[in-house]
């Protein structure tokens, strides 16, 4: 996958300083089972997104309060987004109320938000998870190996 991007002029790179790396960064996906924050809200940049893949369950985090109230919140699914660590601890804390999520993937899809306003907007986008979407993705990914 890497080299593929890398032909499209895409650099993709692993890091050890995460928050140097925040700093510059335009995209930045955490899939983890980490039950603190590792991404620090104020090292990112202005026009950067966040991709939250982890911490599904309420006691599980990623991304910490401030990356929620600086970022424009979207989730993949409403359905089960209580439930998930990163959307749940900063509301249960008052730091976000649920109207915080802007919109879904289906939202986003149909065309009723329009996503990101501009080019110094922080997105975050919160994985929620759901059995249908692993489903969508081995689907797409068996067309591929059977085309």
Avoid at 65 to 90: E, H, K, W
Wanted: with cysteine; proline share 3%; net charge negative.
């Amino acid at each position: 996958m890497q080299a593929t991007l890398a032909k499209e002029g895409v650099t993709i790179e692993t890091v050890s300083d995460l928050d140097a790396a925040l700093a510059v960064a335009d995209v930045i996906s955490c899939v983890t089972m980490s039950n603190a924050p590792l991404v620090k809200g104020a090292l990112l940049k202005p026009g950067a997104h966040l991709d939250l893949v982890g911490a599904y369950r309420p006691d599980f985090r990623e991304g910490d309060d401030i990356c929620m109230t600086r970022g424009t919140v979207f989730v993949d699914t409403r359905n089960g987004m209580q439930s998930a660590g990163d959307l749940c601890q900063p509301v249960a804390a008052d730091v976000i109320g649920w109207d915080a999520v802007q919109a879904d993937d289906y939202d986003l899809a149909q065309g009723r938000h329009s996503g990101r306003n501009n080019d110094t907007q922080i997105t975050v986008c919160k994985n929620v998870g759901g059995g249908h979407l692993d489903l969508f993705a081995a689907q797409a990914l068996m067309a591929r190996l059977a085309a």
